[in-house]
């Protein structure tokens, strides 16, 4: 009946915000976990984070895109970080940008966020395919 349904609606709506709650929450962690460097773990939360924020809140939604910008950060911050990391994360952040300016717009706080990630990643990129200037002498 209407009363069953109405519950069910209810739940359902519970049920989405705790999800949202929890990937905001897991977000605020791998945020922290990258600002500590500790970039194995970062990236090991988002890799299972970032799938259910796609599922759940789509691929344009503020937090997806927070947390995509996060995943790839972590990736091209890490000192260990392999050239296909640096390239997947370059790629990753040229995607979201797109999609955040886009969907949020160019003036939006994590617009800016993402651009600046994507700037690091250029950057982090070019230092490691340019030779070293001191490795030529």
Known sequence: GQ???DEEGRQAEADGRVEV????AALNFGESLKDLSRFEEAKALLRRTIPVARRVLREGDEVTLELRCCHAEALYKDGDATLD?????LTTLEEIERTARRVLGGAHP???EIKEALQGAR????????PQSSLQR
């Open 3 to 5: 009363a069953a349904d």
């Open 110 to 112: 994590t617009t800016t």
């Open 21 to 24: 709650e929890t990937l905001v």
């Open 85 to 89: 990391d640096l390239r997947g994360s």
């Open 123 to 130: 950057a982090a990129l070019h230092a490691r395919e340019t």
